[in-house]
C-alpha cells in the first residue's frame, strides 16, 4: 500500500514538473479562462444612408467592402493628422530608413530577443501558475517617460508633445 501511494506521489510530482515546461518559453500570458464577450472586438458602424441617386451606386463584389464599415486604424490615423498610407507608399522615407538600419535588422533583433527570452524565462512557480512575467523580464530596457522628458527638457530641447511636469 505504502509503495503505491509512492508511485502515485512521483507520478503526480513528475506530472506537475511538466506542467511548469509546457508554456512554450511565453512571457505574456494573455489568456483568459472568461467566456464573457469581448467589448474590444465590437466596432461602431455608420448608420444607413440612401445615395440622391440610385444608379450611381456600384455593384456589389464578393469579398469588398462596404460603404458602412469602419476602417479603425485608418480613421485613427487621419484624426490625429497622418496619411493611412504614407509610411508605405512614400519612397524617399523608405530610402532614408533603409541607409539607417541595417538590411538584415529584423533577423538579427529577432534572434537577440528568442536568446534573451530563453535565458530569462518564466522561473517554475511562474509556470505552474501561469503568471505574466513579460513586465518583470524587460523591466531593466524600459524606459521612464518623464525621467527621459527631462533630460532632454535640460538640454535644452523642445519637448511639445510631452506631458507636463507633474505639480508638486
Not at 61 to 73: C, K, N, Q, T
Amino acid at each position: 500500500m505504502i509503495v503505491a501511494a509512492g508511485r502515485i506521489g512521483v507520478v503526480l510530482a513528475a506530472g506537475l514538473a511538466l506542467q511548469g515546461c509546457s508554456d512554450g518559453g511565453r512571457l505574456m500570458n494573455l489568456s483568459s479562462a472568461s467566456t464573457t464577450p469581448d467589448e474590444f472586438a465590437i466596432l461602431p458602424s455608420r448608420g444607413l444612408e440612401i445615395p440622391d441617386d440610385l444608379a450611381a451606386l456600384r455593384a456589389p463584389a464578393p469579398g469588398g467592402s462596404d460603404l458602412a464599415r469602419v476602417d479603425a486604424i485608418g480613421a485613427g490615423v487621419r484624426a490625429l493628422g497622418g496619411d493611412p498610407g504614407g509610411g508605405r507608399s512614400d519612397p524617399a522615407l523608405r530610402a532614408l530608413a533603409g541607409r539607417i538600419a541595417a538590411p538584415d535588422i529584423r533577423a538579427t533583433l529577432a534572434a537577440e530577443d528568442a536568446a534573451f527570452r530563453a535565458a530569462n524565462g518564466p522561473r517554475l512557480l511562474e509556470r505552474l501558475v501561469g503568471t505574466n512575467v513579460y513586465f518583470r523580464v524587460y523591466a531593466p530596457q524600459s524606459l521612464d517617460a518623464r525621467a527621459e522628458a527631462q533630460r532632454w527638457r535640460s538640454a535644452g530641447v523642445a519637448t511639445p508633445s510631452a506631458p507636463p511636469p507633474p505639480r508638486p
